[in-house]
């Protein structure tokens, strides 16, 4: 296959390194089943999910000055500085689109009332069925770029396409009422009318039972092969080499649902979120079409995308707050 069809996709990652990083994810989603209160029903406090999410944070950034290190010793600082860079890029990026899944995530659980001391550990397993969901498309994702070239400009145009669609329906409210995958299920299963704890699926006079929460987490594991889709392409925008892929995502991923936690009960503060991560999406698409004409370097993608993601937090924060300070003098008086 020539060089005009194809491209090499190169990793410095060692199998030891593959291994040991999948081990630290394992151990880690371990101890949070069984050791940290991911087996026991309770609700989550802000305190408790602003700790995990500075936990994965600092994790995050430990790993990315691992990262440095171990190739600044190995392949030089040129390749350690390139390589920490797209690191950070790709989870800043891959961060910033989860968040929009959490929007996604206060739906669901607001449609069928799922009392908070029971979304904990339905977002474990959301958690895990993404992590098997986003690694086979990565993997293809790689394989499809290093058999087409070309495919990195669809995934642009898509891209593009994506987020004018997002900015055009950025209000647009879904209604689940109306999603044909829920509406096929409740047509399929036999379902409690109420929740039973953390159970999927309980025994009824000998008859097997799905419950509420089992098409809570079928429609969250929807959710996550959805915005896999935007994001998977996204990061491909940033680096090739499946192991920063691969790492950023699931940094990303696992500390996607101590941010829910943490912001869930704020979601509507954030409006223009959704309009700033359609730009983003824009931005990443527009940059992976101008390649044949331009490469920006990787410190221009993470400082704009993350001017980006700021700007539409800092306003979005700054137009609600008269609303709240309304709100609570009509409260008072």
Known sequence: ????????????????????????????????????????????????????????????????????????????????????????????????????????????????????????????????????????????????????????????AFLVVTGIKMIIFADAEPDLEKNP???????????????HGEKFFVRQNGILWATPMFLVLILIEASDLVFAVDSIPAIFAVTTDPFIVFTSNIFAIMGLRALYFLLADMADRFHLLKYGLALVLVFIGGKMLAMPWFHMPIQWSLTIVASIIAVSVVASLALTKPKLNTVAAGEEA
């Open 1 to 156: 296959m020539n060089d005009a069809t194809s491209t090499a996709v190169v990793s410095f990652a060692t199998g030891p390194m593959w291994a040991g990083f999948i081990a630290f994810v394992l151990a880690m989603l371990a101890l949070d089943l069984f050791v940290f209160g991911g087996r026991k029903a309770h609700k989550v406090s802000v305190k408790e999910a602003g700790a995990w999410v500075a936990v994965w944070v600092s994790l995050a950034l430990t790993f990315a000055a691992l990262l440095w290190w171990y190739l600044n010793d190995t392949q030089g600082a040129e390749i350690a500085r390139t390589k920490t860079l797209e690191f950070l890029a790709g989870y800043l990026i891959e961060q910033s689109l989860s968040v929009d899944n959490m929007f996604v995530f206060v739906m669901i659980f607001s449609y069928f009332a799922v009392p908070p001391e029971l979304q904990r550990r339905v977002l474990l397993y959301g958690v895990l069925g993404a992590i098997v969901m986003r690694a086979g498309m990565i993997f293809a994702g790689v394989w499809l770029v290093q058999q087409f070239a070309w495919i990195l400009y669809a995934f642009g």
């Open 181 to 195: 995958l829920l509406r096929w299920l409740r047509g399929h299963l036999r379902i409690t009318p109420g929740f």
